[in-house]
């Protein structure tokens, strides 16, 4: 297994980010991250482990953009 902080799950081509890789794009905390999750930031789960799909952070971001 890699540290990669995204990987692309091969068959809809979907990329997925680690929290750790999103707390570092957005230069935030993982508590402010948790805030925006429970805010309507979707999360999946894979294998146990939680990422977010890019796709979803987009939207989100859009729609939380002033």
């Known amino acids: 297994m890699t540290n990669n902080p995204q990987f692309d799950s091969g068959s809809g081509g979907d990329v997925f980010y680690t929290l750790t890789a999103v707390c570092q794009m957005l230069s935030i905390s993982r508590t402010t991250l948790w805030r925006m999750c429970k805010n309507n930031l979707r999360t999946v ?22």
């Open 45 to 66: 789960r894979i294998g146990g482990l939680v990422r977010i799909r890019k796709s979803d952070l987009d939207r989100y971001l859009g729609d939380h953009s002033e």
